[in-house]
């Protein structure tokens, strides 16, 4: 896994998985303290994540709601966007995307950046 950028927008790639959680965490809460408005998380190099890695995320979606900020995800893979549909995160998280639909209708409710697309099954 690496992680590269600054306190506004971070390119995460490889794998986010239990191996690197603590690591990436400690990235994630780091530039969240630094910084103000949005956290961008370009999710465009990510190969893979397993439950842990999602944990991470979430975990610093809820430490930027606590410091006044918010995490937004951009560049969601396609197999991770289901997995976010299916577990219904896509309802809490900010994802930019393209497309419209009923994901987009919650995202623009909430003030999210953009959509998902229809719900998929997770296989």
Do not use: F, K, Y
Request: glycine share 14%; aromatic share 0%.
């Amino acid at each position: 896994m690496h992680i590269r950028g600054d306190h506004a927008e971070l390119v995460v790639g490889g794998r986010l998985d239990v191996r690197n959680a603590a690591d990436a965490r400690t990235v994630l809460h780091s530039a969240l303290d630094a910084g103000r408005g949005d956290l961008v998380l370009d999710l465009t190099e990510l190969d893979s994540w397993d439950a842990t890695g999602l944990g991470v995320i979430m975990g610093a979606h809820r430490r930027a709601g606590r410091t006044g900020r918010r995490l937004v995800l951009r560049g969601v893979p396609d197999r991770m966007q289901r997995v976010l549909v299916a577990t219904r995160l896509h309802r809490i998280l900010a994802i930019e995307g393209e497309g419209a639909g009923e994901t987009g209708e919650v995202g623009a409710r909430q003030g999210h950046a953009a959509s998902l697309p229809a719900c998929e099954r997770a296989g």
